[in-house]
DNA sequence: AGGATGACAGTGT
DNA sequence: AACACTGCCATCC
């Protein structure tokens, strides 16, 4: 199906693999999953992730930190919902800068400070 | 088999 | 900052 298997759980535990309260983007999961430049895959491992998982699948942005589900659409409202009650903030339609940092590299946030909660 | 689609990303203008 | 275009690759029709 998704060229392996192996592929889809890989990227399952590093969407997993993020704290409450952060963000990632497609192209940091699915580097952090060993498969550099497959932000699609990552989008389509969790469109057919098995609901028992329970991933935090509303942590994953796109790379410009916004949703990438069509403002309005029930899916959309449910993701932002969700990273606010985390205490994510949102700055118009991305999240607010305090949670990208300075670059707007989400990926750096997530894992670039160190000790930070 | 061939083209369109998509929970994306990078670059250029 | 917004938009267009290209690269990427698994699925769908």
């Known amino acids: ?24 983007s497609y192209g ?32 994953v942005l796109n790379a410009s930190g916004r949703i990438s589900f069509p403002e309005g659409s029930a899916a959309h409202l449910l993701q932002r919902r969700k990273l606010e009650a985390e205490g994510v903030r949102f700055k118009g339609p991305r999240v607010a800068r305090a949670a990208l940092k300075d670059d707007g590299s989400l990926d750096r946030l997530l894992w670039g400070p160190p000790g930070s909660s």
Not at 1 to 24: F, K, N
Not at 32 to 41: D, E, I, Q, S
Not at 44 to 57: E, F, S
């Open 1 to 24: 199906m998704s060229g392996d298997a192996g592929s889809l759980e890989r990227i399952w535990r590093a969407v997993a693999a993020i704290p409450p309260g952060r963000v990632d």
């Open 28 to 59: 940091g999961v699915a580097r952090r999953a060993g498969l550099p430049g497959r932000a699609r895959l990552v989008g389509h491992a969790l469109k057919v992730a098995p609901g028992v998982l329970d991933l935090p699948w509303h942590r």
